[in-house]
């Protein structure tokens, strides 16, 4: 079965304080693609990284970085010096071969100033 | 990247009328898809809108609830048919765009 767990349904910081929105997956391909997604209060959903499942590299992209371990099927999300326009609902989702996503239940979370 | 204009962004309606709402991409895509977001739920797939076919419907959804068009690469729409209070969503168009999956902005549905 496929399945994508986000566990923090909410989580609230102080502006300039780090962040990590923790996702786990679950599926038994071995070639598959996670992604994270900001669903800002507007309702849009913002492309935010692609990952494949051979690469296990980390990634930055100026204060996000995301760390995905296949060892533990966990692919988190890290924002450094958190902002207020930070504040979203992080979905974490997964692809197989197919073109359908599975999504997480997201994170919403509130960066207070 | 692709950029995906939807119609209308919110309506309310009665129950037992129906809806149809419209997904432009600014490029011709492969792939299109419907979701639907509940209140404070995540994302489920409605429909793969296949081009010049019928849609591949996912379990729980069916076309006579959902009818879904696609009559070319860059335009699609989704019909909400003989809506209930249940049917209060957000609606969201996706397409394909490279190895990426774009969004549109949702169409924020309430059914009185």
């Known amino acids: 079965a496929q399945k994508v767990t986000q566990a923090q349904t909410e989580i609230s910081v102080v502006e300039k304080e780090d962040v990590t929105l923790d996702c786990v997956y679950e599926?038994?391909?071995?070639?598959?693609?996670l992604f994270w997604y900001k669903q800002p209060p507007s309702g849009e959903l913002v492309f935010l990284i692609r990952r494949n499942s051979f690469d296990e590299q980390n990634e930055i992209s100026g204060r996000y970085s995301w760390n995905f371990q296949k060892s533990t099927s966990s692919f988190n999300f890290t924002i450094t010096a958190s902002q207020v326009v930070d504040s979203a609902v992080y979905f974490c989702a997964l692809r197989r071969w197919t073109d359908k996503l599975i999504f997480g239940t997201g994170t919403r979370l509130q960066v207070f100033p | 990247s692709a950029v995906i204009s939807q119609k209308p962004s919110r309506d309310i309606c009665q129950r037992g009328t129906s809806l149809t709402i419209q997904c432009q991409v600014d490029s011709q895509v492969t792939m299109m898809f419907w979701y639907r977001q509940q209140p404070g739920q995540s994302l489920t797939l409605i429909a793969t809108a296949n081009q010049g076919s019928e849609a591949t419907y996912e379990s729980g959804f069916v076309i006579d609830k959902f009818p879904i068009s696609r009559p070319n690469l860059t335009f699609s729409t989704l019909t909400v048919s003989n809506m209930s209070p249940e049917d209060s969503s957000i609606y969201l168009c996706?397409?394909?765009?490279?190895?990426?999956?774009?969004f549109g902005s949702g169409t924020q549905l309430s059914v009185l």
């Open positions: 996706s397409a394909r765009g490279g190895e990426k999956l774009f």
């Open positions: 599926t038994r391909d071995t070639t598959y693609y």
